[in-house]
């Protein structure tokens, strides 16, 4: 019975984007990010029209929340190639009811995160300088500097998550080419499926290239947040320049990851009718994933206290004193009760299973983790060496107005995925169904 | 015909045209194409259309000078070449400060002090910084006006002469003349002119801030009103009641560069230094002080008898209290020790009771003839001295005021509240004021004249101690203005003159059949030597009464002059508007200081709003917790609350001249404060003033400062050294020189073309300057240690900055210099993130660009003007290094210590500040800090900075 019904899903997954089931919910969801995109294009305008001088930034918290929605974004773009490669390699099959998604996710939330260092540039029309290109003056990126790590890091991060999604989606691709019943529809299909008529050659080739990217992916998933982090360790800013952050930003990104996972897939789940496919089981796992990768980022926070304390330097003291009482003290409570707090919920099974507690439990950790980032920069920023030059910061309209039409980015981009594309890996569900395929 | 032009001459054109014409027929290529028009005119021309196209309109009393670019460069006359002129600006009261103008291209960029002057000796004061913009302030009043429309000259002369020729019907009754304080020969000489000619006439002056008082006392102890001009140079121990020596004001530079020669001399172990000061508000005096004493304002004469009393001088008062009983043993002990080399000052503020005791108190401790020197008063005194302006006010009144010239002085804005002036100015038939404003005054008089800035016109003033300077310009006026004596020659009915001639009439007089040769060398030199006021060996000082001492039972109030604005004569440059005042780091807003216990019991916040009440009259205005202020007084800072639509000045802060009663303009009793509610957020650029963190201001003792250094620790670093080549720069900032006086800040603003982005951007943490003075306060609020810091780059060997930057817009030199590259910036910002002396500075927005031509007119040409989204912050003066880099290569030698100046050390009064090169062990810079005080800034960051401070000197060696 439940396998009849898995098998009806897996067919509707390539019927979604010739026909789709609910093209009014769509449309008004659609409507409502593009609203949220047009904020977007508005607000960078001003900001490129006026200037950066329009956030609320200022020496000597120079970053803001430009910063901390980079690190925020980059972070959730983690789980989706982690739950992909990492678990591909390890041969999780569960992965496949929720992989296609979450690489989806990933890809998105890359390119607003992308977005942001070059927006957020004093000079953004020359953010090519950071890329080394034979000038004609003989000039070259520093490379000393973490924020050319950083351009390396997640441009690599951006192509290589691209490849491995667009290579997982490429028979799916092919199914709905085959099913297109429209002249535009079977063009724009095939053009995108590359001539794929699932021969065993293809399909072994497919197999090795799949394994293959996954294995290049699974190294940047470490890496890039790494050096990420690296952005603040590598500076001497008490409360950044920290050996405990690489691995503390890694596990944030994964925690906040799955847990954007976890929203996502309770959302489409219950949206278009996939209960067959990501089970109770998956949305158990996922939440055994976010509870595990969270109790870790909770070590990193203890690790980060520790340090401090055990350090003995005034100046990380003074740090830790003004996070846990200073003026943006409101940040790290917030983090702290949003991160861990409902967290603990899912020690039980029931709620791991109830689709309604894990969304609610995954949004406390998104905006927990927002609430991290944003403590993070602006802490150390505003008590920073001498207290003549300490500041403060209060993010302007237009910072905000930012981060609203990065949402709507997302958000927008996300929409045209679910609508146009098979939004579940159908044929590695197929494999894992046909009993020959388990021996791949 | 072509009339010779009458413009200053430097040594290379030199002033008779007989040499001129001999030269140019000895070098008739340096001269080709010239023709009749002279090769300094041309300079100007060019500067001219370079800086002002479309401004510049011809002066009408000069047609015969042509301004013209040039076509063809001349020979061996570099346009980017500077040139200096030494000149003076009539500053504060009318006191000379003696400068030395540098022009590109003739406009005027630089203003430095004259080193040859006596009382610059190079220096020169915020004020005197800041006189630059002025020049190009483009809110001056460019034509004149009648009843508010633009006019022309020719209307204004046909009405002068009408006037005169009514006037001299009846000897000149009913004329009379208003001005600021004046010190120039050629005024003088223009009054008594008038006089003679109308004896009827009189001459009336209002000056906010006076020395009115002192001249009474003065007159009261000495039997005449005398200048009392203090040499901290040779005073071991000073004792100072409310006398704010080092702080702002005429005098600042004069004193401030001989206490920093004492001081100085301390230093090497040489006598005794110590300075005690007893004051109801904090001031930069207070700060450097080794003693201080917060005290009542009514309660100084009290302290005052008690120190006369420990040398006989008067009845001991009855009631002190413990800490005033120990200041004044500790005080007394000390100036009886050093007699003959001590010094008590009682503040010009003081009520004239409380200074004859201080003068009787000098005299016997052997002050006067030594550290005090009696001399003339310098300022031109008018007929009715202190009385002058009531005397003016009470004949307005009477109808017995027929005309009323008002030059240089703003009563609208600055009279006396109870003077009832505008009132009365009703009652004058013609009004007419000259300016450079547009100002309160002006909108009420029927006509305005707007004059000539101090650097384009031709006078002549003299400096505190009397030395005159003249005055010449160093451009052509911008617009269409006079100068101020060819006004007080028009209202003669005579036609207009230059005002060249008039000065120079002036000094033909005086110099006789040797004028042409002494008049040269005395424009060459920038000011006439030998004319210091001669010093006057004075009778012994009356022994005065007992000072009255009235004790308060409510709040008392006093009234300072702002700090950067002064009496509101400042409030339309943008410069001193940003300028951090002193002691609180506002800008752009004055504050009503207000004691911690003081606000905590009326729940004042800094920032709030509170009324003040005295004698029938209130004012609102913003409060600002001011430790170390006397607990139960306020004070009120004058010069803002001006209303000068579209001016830079116009609306900010509140008026305290509102409150301010024409018999007690300095202090006010039984005031009533209460709290109104919040303010808008004030404009500070140092949050944060208290200091917690030990190692950033440093003190020793006077032992730990004779010391040798210990060796430093070795320095590790993970990357490699950078290679070194050449000369090493390096600064060396000594923390017990500097008074905080902001000199340095206004002087970077001038010669690195620092942006001036206003108040809210100012509030929001995005001020521009290179330099900044911090100022931190620790201690018991109520008696707290202050200390001064400047902070400039650091220009770390080890910079954070250059790691950060992913384009390599931040580089070291091999010189050490850690350079910015601006073209290359992308503005990530992530220098300013990794500096833990956070002294970069960001372009947010567009700074410049909107900037109108006046203003690009005076940017120096030699610094790259910032565009939007690019990182700045201090060079060290870059391009001066390189300036001398080239001069010493073009000259093969190596360049010499000392040759170098950045402009902070170029103008600071106490030579706080020292550059040079640090490898060379001889330099004076590697001197300074081979010493024990030497320590740098936040050295945990093993950032190891070329920027390094000398420790503060204490008898305790205690904090900051």
Same mark, same amino acid.
């Given at each position: 019975m439940a396998r009849r019904e898995k098998g009806r899903e897996i067919e509707k997954i390539t019927e979604i984007p010739l026909a789709y089931p609910r093209p009014r919910t769509w449309a008004a969801m659609f409507a409502v990010s593009a609203v949220l995109l047009g904020l977007y294009l508005v607000s960078v305008g001003v900001l490129f029209w006026r200037g950066v001088g329009v956030w609320g930034e200022d020496i000597p918290v120079n970053w803001g929340i430009a910063i901390s929605n980079y690190i925020w974004w980059l972070g959730i773009g983690h789980a989706g190639t982690l739950i992909?490669?990492?678990?591909?390699?390890?041969?999780?099959?569960?992965?496949?009811?929720?992989?296609?998604?979450?690489?989806?996710?990933?890809?998105?939330?890359?390119?607003?995160?992308?977005?942001?260092?070059?927006?957020?540039?004093?000079?953004?029309?020359?953010?090519?300088?950071?890329?080394?290109?034979?000038?004609?003056?003989?000039?070259?990126?520093?490379?000393?500097?973490?924020?050319?790590?950083?351009?390396?890091?997640?441009?690599?991060?951006?192509?290589?998550?691209?490849?491995?999604?667009?290579?997982?989606?490429?028979?799916? !691709? +092919?199914?709905?080419?085959?099913? /297109?019943?429209?002249?535009? @529809?079977? =063009? *724009?299909?095939? &053009?995108?499926?590359?001539?794929?008529?699932?021969?065993?050659?293809?399909?072994?080739?497919?197999?090795?290239?799949?394994?293959l990217t996954a294995a290049i992916a699974v190294p940047l998933v470490v890496s890039v947040h790494s050096e990420i982090s690296l952005l603040l360790a590598a500076g001497p800013i008490p409360g950044w320049s920290s050996t405990v952050f690489?691995?503390?930003?890694?596990?944030?990104?994964?925690?906040?990851?799955?847990?954007?996972?976890?929203?996502?897939?309770?959302?489409?789940?219950?949206?278009?009718?996939?209960?067959?496919?990501?089970?109770?089981?998956?949305?158990?796992?996922?939440?055994?994933?976010? !509870? +595990?990768?969270?109790?870790?980022? /909770?070590?990193?926070?203890? @690790?980060? =206290? *520790?340090?401090? &304390?055990?350090?003995?330097?005034?100046?990380?003291?003074?740090?830790?004193?003004?996070?846990?009482?200073?003026?943006?003290?409101?940040?790290?409570?917030?983090?702290?009760?949003?991160?861990?707090?409902?967290?603990?919920?899912?020690?039980?099974?029931?709620?791991?299973?109830?689709?309604?507690?894990?969304?609610?439990?995954?949004?406390?950790?998104?905006?927990?983790?927002?609430?991290?980032?944003?403590?993070?920069?602006?802490?150390?920023?505003?008590?920073?060496?001498?207290?003549?030059?300490?500041?403060?910061?209060?993010?302007?309209?237009?910072?905000?107005?930012?981060?609203?039409?990065?949402?709507? !980015?997302?958000?927008?981009?996300?929409?045209?995925?679910?609508?146009?594309?098979p939004i579940i890996s159908a044929s590695e569900l197929k494999g894992e169904a046909s009993p020959e395929a388990a021996h791949a | 015909m072509h009339r010779r032009p009458s413009f200053p001459k430097d040594l290379a054109s030199p002033s008779d045209p007989a040499i001129f014409e001999a030269a140019a027929a000895e070098f008739p290529a340096a001269f080709a194409g010239v023709g009749e028009t002279g090769r300094r005119q041309l300079l100007q021309a060019m500067g001219a259309s370079l800086a002002l196209a479309g401004l510049t309109g011809c002066t009408s009393d000069e047609p015969d000078e042509q301004a013209l670019p040039y076509v063809r460069q001349p020979e061996y006359r570099a346009a980017d070449r500077p040139r200096h002129y030494a000149t003076a600006v009539a500053g504060i009261g009318g006191y000379a400060q003696p400068v030395l103008g540098t022009t590109y291209a003739g406009r005027p960029t630089k203003l430095e002090g004259l080193p040859e002057h006596p009382a610059s000796l190079g220096a020169a004061d915020a004020f005197t910084q800041a006189a630059l913009l002025g020049l190009y302030d483009p809110t001056r009043?460019?034509?004149?006006?009648?009843?508010?429309?633009?006019?022309?000259?020719?209307?204004?002369?046909?009405?002068?002469?009408?006037?005169?020729?009514?006037?001299?019907?009846?000897?000149?009754?009913?004329?009379?003349?208003?001005?600021?304080q004046q010190t120039s020969p050629t005024f003088a000489r223009q009054i008594s002119q008038i006089v003679e000619r109308w004896p009827k006439a009189r001459w009336h002056v209002l000056e906010p801030v006076n020395e009115d008082q002192r001249l009474a006392a003065t007159a009261l102890a000495f039997g005449r009103p005398l200048q009392v001009l203090p040499r901290l140079d040779l005073a071991e121990v000073v004792v100072s009641l409310d006398d704010d020596l080092l702080g702002p004001g005429p005098q600042q530079t004069?004193?401030?560069?001989?206490?920093?020669?004492?001081?100085?001399?301390?230093?090497?172990?040489?006598?005794?230094?110590?300075?005690?000061?007893?004051?109801?508000?904090?001031?930069?005096?207070g700060v450097a002080a080794d003693d201080r004493l917060a005290v009542a304002p009514g309660r100084i004469g009290a302290v005052g008898q008690a120190l006369a009393a420990r040398f006989g001088l008067a009845p001991a008062p009855a009631t002190l209290s413990a800490r005033e009983q120990a200041w004044v043993g500790a005080a007394a002990a000390a100036l009886s020790q050093a007699q003959g080399r001590a010094l008590v000052s009682v503040g010009a503020l003081q009520p004239p009771a409380v200074q004859t005791l201080g003068l009787a108190l000098a005299h016997r401790i052997g002050a006067v003839g030594t550290t005090l020197r009696l001399a003339e008063p310098v300022a031109l005194a008018p007929p009715d001295g202190g009385a002058s302006f009531g005397a003016l006010v009470a004949a307005m009144a009477a109808g017995a005021v027929d005309t009323l010239l008002i030059l240089d002085a703003n009563p609208a804005y600055a009279a006396p509240a109870d003077s009832g002036f505008a009132e009365s100015l009703r009652r004058v038939r013609q009004t007419i004021h000259a300016g450079l404003h547009v100002d309160e005054t002006a909108h009420l008089c029927a006509w305005h004249a707007p004059v000539e800035h101090d650097l384009e016109t031709w006078s002549d003033a003299r400096a505190v101690e009397g030395t005159v300077s003249l005055i010449q310009p160093l451009v052509r006026p911008f617009y269409a203005v006079r100068s101020r004596h060819a006004v007080l020659e028009t209202l003669q009915g005579r036609p207009v003159a230059s005002g060249r001639g008039l000065v120079a009439a002036t000094w033909r007089e005086r110099f006789g059949a040797a004028f042409e040769s002494l008049w040269a060398g005395a424009l060459r030199r920038g000011f006439v030597e030998d004319t210091a006021a001669p010093e006057i060996a004075a009778a012994a000082a009356a022994i005065p009464a007992p000072a009255p001492h009235a004790p308060s039972s409510g709040l008392e109030l006093v009234f300072r002059p702002d700090p950067t604005i002064w009496d509101g004569r400042f409030a339309s440059n943008a410069w001193l508007q940003e300028l951090p005042k002193p002691l609180n780091k506002v800008t752009w807003d004055n504050i009503l200081a207000v004691g911690p216990d003081l606000a905590l019991a009326h729940g004042l916040e800094s920032g709030d709003i509170a009324r003040v009440a005295a004698g029938g009259r209130t004012i609102e205005a913003a409060v600002w917790i001011t430790p170390g202020q006397s607990r139960r007084t306020l004070t009120a800072f004058l010069g803002y609350g001006r209303?000068?639509?579209?001016?830079?000045?116009?609306?900010?802060?509140?008026?305290?001249?509102?409150?301010?009663?024409?018999?007690?303009?300095?202090?006010?009793?039984?005031?009533?404060?209460?709290?109104v509610g919040g303010g808008p957020r004030l404009a500070t650029t140092q949050p944060h003033q208290a200091l917690d963190q030990p190692g950033i201001v440093r003190a020793v003792t006077p032992a730990q400062a004779r010391a040798p250094k210990p060796p430093p620790a070795d320095a590790v670093s993970f990357y490699p050294p950078v290679p070194k080549d050449g000369p090493q720069w390096g600064l060396s900032i000594d923390t017990d020189l500097c008074i905080g006086c902001n000199a340095c800040v206004t002087a970077c603003d001038a010669e690195n073309n620092i942006a001036i982005v206003g108040k809210d951007l100012v509030a929001e943490g995005r001020q521009m300057h290179w330099l900044r003075v911090d100022h931190y306060v620790e201690g018991d609020p109520a008696a707290p240690r202050e200390a001064f810091q400047p902070v400039p780059c650091m220009h770390c060997e080890d910079a954070p900055c250059e790691v950060g930057c992913p384009v390599g817009a931040t580089v070291h030199g091999p010189d050490g210099l850690n350079l910015q590259v601006y073209n290359r910036c992308i503005g990530t910002r992530t220098c300013?993130?990794?500096?833990?002396?956070?002294?970069?500075?960001?372009?947010?927005?567009?700074?410049?660009?909107?900037?109108?031509?006046?203003?690009?007119?005076?940017?120096?040409?030699?610094?790259?003007?910032?565009?939007?989204?690019?990182?700045?912050?201090?060079?060290?003066?870059?391009?001066?290094?390189?300036?001398?880099?080239?001069?010493?290569?073009?000259?093969?030698?190596?360049?010499?210590?000392?040759?170098?100046?950045?402009?902070?050390?170029?103008?600071?009064?106490?030579?706080?500040?020292?550059?040079?090169?640090?490898?060379?062990?001889?330099?004076?810079?590697?001197?300074?800090?081979?010493?024990?005080?030497?320590?740098?800034?936040?050295?945990?960051?093993?950032?190891?900075?070329?920027?390094?401070?000398?420790?503060?000197?204490?008898?305790?060696?205690?904090?900051?």
């Open positions: 992909s490669a990492m678990l591909l390699l390890l041969g999780q099959d569960w992965r496949n009811s929720l992989n296609r998604f979450a690489e989806a996710m990933t890809l998105f939330a890359v390119v607003c995160a992308g977005l942001y260092p070059i927006v957020h540039l004093g000079r953004p029309w020359f953010v090519y300088w950071m890329a080394p290109y034979p000038s004609t003056m003989g000039v070259w990126p520093q490379f000393r500097s973490p924020l050319t790590w950083d351009f390396f890091a997640v441009l690599t991060y951006l192509i290589v998550s691209a490849l491995f999604w667009y290579i997982g989606i490429l028979p799916d !691709l +092919a199914s709905v080419r085959d099913r /297109a019943k429209t002249r535009r @529809a079977q =063009v *724009f299909y095939g &053009l995108f499926a590359l001539g794929w008529r699932g021969a065993a050659t293809h399909w072994a080739r497919w197999r090795r290239a799949y394994r690489p691995p503390y930003f890694v596990l944030g990104a994964a925690f906040s990851g799955f847990a954007v996972v976890s929203m996502i897939a309770v959302a489409l789940r219950h949206w278009l009718g996939f209960e067959a496919v990501v089970t109770e089981r998956h949305l158990d796992l996922l939440a055994k994933m976010t !509870l +595990a990768t969270g109790l870790m980022t /909770a070590y990193g926070y203890f @690790a980060e =206290v *520790f340090n401090a &304390l055990y350090s003995g330097e005034p100046a990380e003291l003074a740090i830790l004193h003004n996070r846990l009482t200073g003026p943006i003290a409101w940040s790290y409570w917030g983090a702290l009760l949003g991160n861990f707090a409902p967290l603990q919920l899912l020690w039980l099974g029931r709620f791991r299973r109830n689709p309604y507690v894990l969304f609610a439990v995954s949004a406390c950790v998104a905006s927990g983790m927002w609430f991290e980032r944003y403590m993070l920069v602006v802490s150390s920023l505003s008590r920073h060496g001498l207290p003549s030059s300490w500041g403060s910061y209060s993010p302007s309209f237009w910072e905000w107005s930012l981060y609203a039409g990065s949402l709507g !980015l997302f958000l927008t981009l996300f929409m045209l995925f679910v609508r146009f594309l | 009043s460019q034509v004149p006006r009648r009843l508010g429309q633009p006019a022309d000259w020719g209307a204004f002369d046909a009405m002068m002469v009408e006037t005169a020729r009514r006037l001299d019907a009846r000897q000149g009754e009913g004329l009379r003349l208003l001005t600021g004069r004193n401030a560069r001989m206490w920093s020669q004492r001081r100085i001399a301390y230093q090497a172990g040489q006598g005794d230094h110590r300075l005690f000061v007893a004051e109801p508000t904090p001031s930069l005096t209303r000068l639509p579209d001016q830079v000045g116009d609306g900010h802060g509140y008026d305290a001249y509102e409150i301010r009663p024409q018999a007690t303009p300095w202090a006010l009793t039984d005031v009533v404060l209460s709290k300013s993130s990794y500096c833990p002396y956070k002294v970069r500075r960001f372009n947010w927005f567009d700074y410049t660009g909107s900037d109108p031509p006046e203003r690009r007119a005076q940017r120096n040409p030699n610094v790259t003007v910032r565009t939007r989204g690019v990182m700045e912050k201090c060079t060290y003066c870059i391009q001066r290094i390189s300036d001398a880099r080239i001069q010493a290569k073009l000259e093969n030698r190596a360049i010499a210590d000392g040759e170098i100046r950045t402009a902070c050390q170029q103008t600071c009064p106490t030579q706080a500040i020292v550059f040079g090169d640090v490898s060379d062990p001889s330099s004076a810079v590697s001197r300074r800090k081979a010493q024990a005080r030497d320590y740098s800034l936040l050295p945990e960051e093993n950032t190891r900075p070329r920027t390094t401070y000398l420790a503060r000197i204490r008898t305790n060696g205690e904090g900051g």
